[in-house]
């Protein structure tokens, strides 16, 4: 059963990445849109179920803002996602630093849901 014959690949992406992006990280985890064998690559950091908090910790002080966002359908339940734009960095409700980044990102379904298997993170 592939998902992706059924959907609006580009509808699904849109509304994924508009979810991604003002959620807390704590609330994708919550949610299985980060599950426990989710990889990140965070500028050549990697981050993965044994050093999460570490990027937890990173976002909470993060609001994304994005500016482009390419995807393709990959297959039975996987699609790539390649989005771009700055992040807000916040200290004390004040933005005190802007950093542009592209981060790529592949999203499978399982169970009705879809979650990032593995997403790489790249400040330009």
Request: aromatic fraction near 14%; proline fraction near 0%.
């Amino acid at each position: 059963y592939n998902i992706n014959n059924y959907i609006n690949v580009n509808d699904l992406v849109t509304d994924f990445i508009s979810h991604y992006i003002v959620s807390s990280f704590q609330d994708l985890i919550n949610t299985g849109i980060v599950k426990e064998y989710t990889v990140f690559n965070l500028n050549g950091n990697i981050f993965n179920r044994d050093n999460i908090c570490e990027l937890i910790d990173y976002f909470n002080n993060i609001v994304i803002n994005v500016n482009n966002t390419l995807c393709l359908d990959s297959g039975s339940r996987r699609i790539d996602i390649v989005f771009s734009g700055y992040y807000d960095i916040y200290e004390n409700n004040v933005i005190v630093n802007q950093q542009n980044f592209t981060q790529s990102m592949t999203i499978c379904h399982l169970n009705n849901n879809w979650f990032i298997k593995n997403s790489i993170i790249l400040f330009t």
